[in-house]
C-alpha cells in the first residue's frame, strides 16, 4: 500500500491542485464546502436511524406499544429530512465533478494545442492516445476523484460518530474490528494491488487503441476499399481486439480471488457481534437492542476502516488513469513550455526576420539519429521562391517543417517571417467540420467577405459551380467525401487567395492537379507577389520560381538559379530523345 500511496498521491495532488488554486477556486471551494456540510447532516441522519433502531427493536421485546410507535414516529421525521439532504448530496457532487471536468478539459486542451503540442505528441512514442486521455480519463478522473475524497471524509466522520457508539456497548469489538480492518486491508494491498494496477493500466491502453484503429478504418474507407485491404484491417482490428481480450482475462483472474477474499472477509462481519456480545445478552448485562445498534455501528466502522479493501478493484483502476494522465499533463506541460527538443540537446535556433535566410542549417529526424540535410545556406527576399526536388525520402518536407516551425532537429541558424504571415499547403488539405463559408477561410477567418467574392475567388482557382453544387456557403457536408483531392486541393488555393499571405509553402500541392490547372494556379499566386516555397516532382514549376534546391541524398544539397535547372532539364531531355 504505501508504494501505491507514493504514486498515486503526489500524482493525484499535482493533477487536483492547479483546480483549487485556479480563478474557479471559490466556486470548486464552495461546492465542496456545501458538500462536507450536506454529508456531516448524512451521517448525523445515519447515527439517529441506527440509535432508532435499537430503540423500536427493545420496545417490540418489552411489548410497549405507545415507545414503539413513539420511535417510528420520529423514524419517519428523521427520514424525511434525510431523502432530501440525500439527494442535494448526488447533485451538489455531480455539479462538482461536472464543473472540475469543464476546467480541467479546457486546461489540457489549451496545452495541447500550444506550441504545436498535438503534432510533437506523434513523434513521443510513451504517450499514446492522447484524444481518448482528454475524452475520457480527464471525465473517470474528475469522477472517480471526488467519489474517493467524499468516501475518505465519509469514512473519518463515520469513524468519529459510531466508534462512540460501539464503544458505550463493548469495547472488546472496537479492539477487534480495528485489528481486522488492519489485516484485510494489508492482505488487500500486498497480494492484489501491484497486480490489478498494472493490468488496468495496460487495460485502459489496449481498449484506446482497438478504439483508435476502428476511426482509422472509418477515415480511410475509401482507400482501404479500393486496395481491397479488409483482410488486413480486420486482422489488425481482432489483433487489437485480443491483445484487450487476453489482458482482461488476466483482470478476471485477479478479481475472482480478491471477489472471494472479499466476500468471505465481509461476509465474517455478519456474525462476529452476535458472537461477542452473545455471552452479555445470555447474562441479560445487555438489550437485544443494544445489539442490534451495535451491530449497525460494527458495519458502519467497518464498512469506514475497510474501504481500500471494499473499493479496491475501483481504486486499482482509478490509480492507474492517474498515472496515465499525470504522465500527459507532464508532458503537455514541458511541451507548451519548451522547443522540440530538450533543453541541452543542440538544436536549430531561430528568429524572426523580414526574409527567410539559412546559415549552417543541419536537419536531423527527431530522434537524431539521421541527418537529412548537412550545413545547407541560403537567402531567398521577398517576392523569391525556392522549389525544392529531390528523390522520396531525401528530407524535402522535413525541410518545410523546418522553414515552417514545426521541427527544430539539428543545428544552426533559421531567420523567417513570423508564423502569421505564412500560409501552409500539404499535398492533401485538411478539411475542417463546418460549412464551404468556413472552409475557405480556414486558418484565418476574414470578415466582410461577400459572397460574391467567395464566387469570383472560386472561378479563379476553376471551382465555378462549386456554391450552387453543395447548396450554397453555408451549408455543412463531409467535404472529403463530397470534393475528389484535385478539388480538395484547388479549395486550398482558393484559401490562400482570400487570406492573401505574403508567404506560401506548397508540399506537392498540386500533384492532384493536371499541369494546365497547376499552372493557372501557380501564375495566380505570382500576380500576387507571394513569395513561394514549393516541394513538387514536376520539374516545369521552376518557372515561377527563382531558385531551386536539389536534395541529392544522404544530406547533400545543390542550389541553382531556375533558369540554370530548367535549362539543364531541357538538356536531359533532348539527350533521352536522341
Known amino acids: 500500500m504505501s508504494r501505491l500511496n507514493s504514486r498515486l498521491v503526489p500524482r493525484f495532488v499535482s493533477l487536483s491542485k492547479p483546480y483549487l488554486a485556479s480563478e474557479q477556486k471559490w466556486v470548486a471551494r464552495g461546492l465542496l464546502a456545501l458538500l462536507v456540510v450536506l454529508m456531516l447532516t448524512n451521517t448525523a441522519a445515519s447515527v439517529l436511524l441506527n440509535k432508532q433502531t435499537g430503540e423500536f427493536s427493545d420496545a417490540l421485546a418489552d411489548r410497549d406499544s405507545d415507545r414503539y410507535w413513539r420511535s417510528i414516529y420520529y423514524t419517519l421525521g428523521l427520514i424525511a429530512i434525510a431523502v432530501p439532504v440525500y439527494g442535494l448530496y448526488y447533485y451538489v457532487r455531480d455539479r462538482l465533478t461536472n464543473h472540475w471536468r469543464r476546467w480541467m478539459t479546457t486546461r489540457f486542451i489549451n496545452n495541447y494545442f500550444s506550441n504545436t503540442a498535438f503534432y510533437r505528441l506523434t513523434f513521443a512514442a510513451e504517450i499514446d492516445n492522447p484524444d481518448q486521455r482528454i475524452a475520457e480519463d480527464i471525465n473517470s478522473f474528475t469522477q472517480k476523484s471526488i467519489y474517493f475524497l467524499l468516501i475518505f471524509i465519509e469514512t473519518g466522520l463515520q469513524l468519529i460518530a459510531f466508534c462512540g457508539v460501539l464503544w458505550n456497548i463493548s469495547q472488546i469489538l472496537v479492539y477487534f474490528i480495528v485489528v481486522y480492518a488492519i489485516v484485510g486491508t494489508a492482505v488487500t494491498t500486498l497480494v492484489f494491488g501491484r497486480p490489478l494496477v498494472g493490468l488496468n493500466f495496460f487495460q485502459l491502453r489496449r481498449e484506446a487503441d482497438l478504439r483508435y484503429s476502428l476511426v482509422r478504418v472509418r477515415e480511410n474507407a475509401e482507400s482501404i476499399a479500393f486496395y481491397r485491404g479488409e483482410k488486413q484491417e480486420s486482422d489488425l482490428v481482432l489483433e487489437r481486439f485480443n491483445d484487450a481480450y487476453i489482458n482482461f482475462n488476466k483482470l478476471v483472474n485477479w478479481q475472482f480471488f480478491l471477489n472471494i477474499f472479499q466476500y468471505a472477509y465481509i461476509t465474517m462481519t455478519m456474525i462476529i457481534p452476535g458472537i461477542i456480545l452473545a455471552p452479555r445478552v445470555m447474562s441479560g448485562d445487555i438489550t437485544i437492542g443494544a445489539v442490534v445498534q451495535a451491530t449497525g455501528a460494527f458495519a458502519a466502522i467497518f464498512g469506514a476502516l475497510n474501504v481500500i479493501v471494499n473499493k479496491f478493484d475501483v481504486l486499482s483502476y482509478f490509480a492507474a488513469g492517474v498515472s496515465r494522465l499525470d504522465r500527459f499533463a507532464k508532458t503537455l506541460e514541458a511541451m507548451a513550455q519548451t522547443s522540440t527538443v530538450a533543453p541541452d540537446q543542440e538544436h536549430i535556433t531561430t528568429q524572426e526576420g523580414d526574409h527567410f535566410q539559412v546559415e549552417q542549417l543541419t536537419a536531423q529526424t527527431p530522434d537524431g539519429k539521421r541527418d537529412l540535410i548537412k550545413d545547407l545556406s541560403l537567402s531567398l527576399n521577398e517576392g523569391d521562391g525556392l522549389l525544392i526536388v529531390g528523390a522520396s525520402g531525401g528530407g524535402k518536407s522535413s525541410l518545410l517543417r523546418v522553414l515552417g516551425g514545426l521541427w527544430d532537429y539539428g543545428s544552426g541558424q533559421l531567420t523567417r517571417p513570423g508564423l502569421e504571415k505564412m500560409l501552409f499547403l500539404p499535398q492533401r488539405p485538411y478539411l475542417i467540420i463546418g460549412s464551404l463559408r468556413a472552409q475557405l477561410l480556414y486558418p484565418n477567418y476574414r470578415e466582410g467577405v ?34 475528389s483531392l484535385g478539388e480538395q486541393q484547388r479549395l486550398a488555393f482558393a484559401r490562400v487567395l482570400l487570406a492573401e499571405k505574403p508567404y506560401v509553402i506548397l508540399d506537392e500541392a498540386t500533384s492532384a492537379l493536371d499541369e494546365k490547372n497547376e499552372a493557372t494556379l501557380y501564375d495566380r499566386l505570382r500576380q500576387g507577389e507571394v513569395t513561394l516555397i514549393s516541394v513538387t516532382h514536376r520539374p516545369q514549376v521552376a518557372r515561377y520560381h527563382t531558385h531551386v534546391l536539389s536534395l541529392t541524398g544522404k544530406g547533400d544539397w545543390e542550389l541553382k538559379t531556375a533558369e540554370e535547372y530548367l535549362a539543364e532539364m531541357e538538356a536531359d531531355s533532348q539527350i533521352e530523345t536522341a
Open 450 to 483: 461577400t459572397d460574391e467574392e467567395f464566387q469570383s475567388i472560386l472561378e479563379e482557382v476553376n471551382l465555378p459551380n462549386l456554391i450552387e453544387r453543395c447548396g450554397g456557403l453555408d451549408v455543412e457536408a463531409d467535404w472529403g467525401k463530397m470534393l
